[in-house]
T-cell receptor, first 114, second 116 residues
Framework: GESVGLHLPTLSVQEGDNSIINCAYSNSASDYFIWYKQESGKGPQFIIDIRSNMDKRQGQRVTVLLNKTVKHLSLQIAATQPGDSAVYFC?????????????FGQGTELSVKP | NAGVMQNPRHLVRRRGQEARLRCSPMKGHSHVYWYRQLPEEGLKFMVYLQKENIIDESGMPKERFSAEFPKEGPSILRIQQVVRGDSAAYFCASLQGTGGNEEKLFFGSGTQLSVL
């Protein structure tokens, strides 16, 4: 079936370095993508989103890149901090009439070493 | 402006008992989504409700699970005769509308259900 998946289940980086978390999706009909951060015992926290008519979007210290040709999504975190340690999920939406119906990837655990 | 509120945060039930999970959406939001998260996995969509209507329950198990979002009060996810495999974190999220116009989906803190 169609799914969203992540290339790396775990990622360990040094504080201050940049982090890149990758995600592959298989549904070409998806037109909205979101990255969420989930800390232990908490709900997913919205980080940044991007629509299929864009290939890059920047936020504060975060950038999302979308490559529709190869169905690839990435999250870049600049100057990674210990507080960035969490599990990161990409998610996709295929139905604009159900904007909250998302397909989540498995997740990548980001560990930041001080 | 409170976010999405879920209670209880933790719920322990024995096999065969009923579990009732509550979700109060953000103020002004009338669209509610429930998700389930098993350990070390991503969230899985369960059901989408609007006030007094179930819009999409394609992710709900066919038996023992039900959801409602009454005109007044919180949305309820009900699991009857719980089994150990129901142990998971259940998250609720809400939207003001159907999701266009740059609406963002915000999640509650979840209810961790443990079945003994």
């Amino acid at each position: 079936g169609e799914s969203v998946g992540l290339h790396l289940p775990t990622l360990s980086v040094q504080e201050g370095d940049n982090s890149i978390i990758n995600c592959a999706y298989s549904n070409s009909a998806s037109d909205y993508f979101i990255w969420y951060k989930q800390e232990s015992g908490k709900g997913p926290q919205f980080i940044i989103d991007i629509r299929s008519n864009m290939d890059k979007r920047q936020g504060q210290r975060v950038t999302v890149l979308l490559n529709k040709t190869v169905k690839h999504l990435s999250l870049q975190i600049a100057a990674t901090q210990p507080g960035d340690s969490a599990v990161y999920f990409c998610a996709e939406n295929m139905d604009p009439n159900q904007g909250g119906k998302l397909i989540f990837g498995q997740g990548t655990e980001l560990s930041v070493k001080p | 402006n409170a976010g999405v509120m879920q209670n209880p945060r933790h719920l322990v039930r024995r096999r065969g008992q009923e579990a009732r999970l509550r979700c109060s959406p953000m103020k002004g939001h009338s669209h509610v989504y429930w998700y389930r998260q098993l350990p070390e996995e991503g969230l899985k969509f369960m059901v989408y409700l609007q006030k007094e209507n179930i819009i999409d329950e394609s992710g709900m198990p066919k038996e023992r699970f039900s959801a409602e979002f009454p005109k007044e009060g919180p949305s309820i996810l009900r699991i009857q005769q719980v089994v150990r495999g129901d142990s998971a974190a259940y998250f609720c999220a809400s939207l003001q509308g159907t999701g266009g116009n740059e609406e963002k989906l915000f999640f509650g803190s979840g209810t961790q259900l443990s079945v003994l």
